[in-house]
């Protein structure tokens, strides 16, 4: 009897080539945010934007671009006031990850997850990397590990 071993990834861009996914199950939401509104908090992990009240809750806001080695999401010239939050959960913790573009769900087969390459990565992404998987359209998709994302020493003890 074959077990299922396709899952559910929410795909987002990421700078130059790349796609980025995660596990469904990790996203709670999306939504859009004016970056007025954050509040930006001092002595903080460069990828850190600040905090952001979403429904009550104090949400922290990680460039995720930033965290990966690539130039901030804010300095982008086509980045007006609003950006997109995907909004994670694990283990009763939240996290806001502020990316370019929320793609399509997408339905991949863990059995052709690849290990990641050290060369295909950078120093900085490397950590938060699964695996990736080649689409149909010959395209890398990034798996991204929500627990070490949630378990970066560079906020853990923030």
Request: proline share 4%.
């Amino acid at each position: 009897m074959k077990t299922e071993s396709k899952q559910r990834f929410l795909s987002f861009s990421l700078r130059d080539k790349y796609i980025g996914v995660i596990t469904l199950e990790n996203v709670q939401e999306i939504f859009t945010i004016d970056l007025a509104n954050i509040c930006r908090v001092p002595q903080m992990p460069h990828c850190i934007v600040g905090v952001y009240n979403w429904r009550g809750e104090m949400l922290w806001l990680v460039d995720l671009d930033l965290m990966f080695g690539y130039s901030p999401l804010e300095s982008q010239e086509d980045l007006y006031t609003k950006s997109l939050v995907m909004k994670l959960r694990y283990e009763g913790k939240s996290l806001g990850l502020l990316v370019n573009e929320i793609r399509d769900i997408e339905h991949l087969d863990i059995e052709f997850i690849k290990s990641p390459d050290e060369h295909l990565f950078s120093l900085e992404m490397s950590p938060f990397v699964k695996g990736y998987f080649i689409d149909a359209n010959e395209e890398i998709l990034i798996s991204l590990d929500t627990k070490a994302i949630f378990q970066t020493p560079m906020w853990v003890g923030s």
